[in-house]
């Protein structure tokens, strides 16, 4: 009975930086892994970034070397530091346990609200 709330997003000109938060709603989570997901108009879901329950994390080509993953495990909360942000940036950003052994799948079959994120001039 977890939920998971983002939060976060918002309007921001090219370059800029924003930092997402993944918070739990109900019981506290720092057991699984974890991982941010996108999903821009008319476009599929895609992950952005999985984190172990032990720190080790995983990152799209797209956004290696400007995003980073972090989580607080005693307050079950993800984070992730978007810099040197680029329009094609823009998206719904989702978190969601996940399958750390299988590409950061999700393990729940639904999504939280999301945190919208628009990178534009």
């Known amino acids: 009975q977890v939920q998971f709330v983002e939060s976060g997003g918002g309007l921001v000109p090219p370059g800029g930086s924003l930092n997402l938060s993944c918070a739990p709603s109900?019981?506290?989570?720092?057991?699984?892994?974890m991982a941010w997901y996108r999903q821009g108009p008319v476009k599929e879901r895609e992950l952005v970034a999985g984190i172990t329950a032990a720190g080790r994390t995983k990152y799209a080509d797209s956004v290696k070397g400007r995003f980073t993953i972090s989580r607080d495990n005693d307050k079950g909360t993800v984070y992730l530091q978007m810099n040197s942000l680029k329009p094609e940036d823009t998206a719904v950003y989702y978190c969601?346990?996940?399958?750390?052994?299988?590409?950061?799948?999700?393990?729940?079959?639904?999504w939280g609200p999301g945190t919208q994120v628009t990178v534009s001039s």
């Open positions: 969601n346990p996940a399958n750390s052994n299988s590409d950061y799948k999700s393990l729940l079959n639904f």
């Open positions: 109900g019981s506290s989570l720092h057991y699984y892994a």
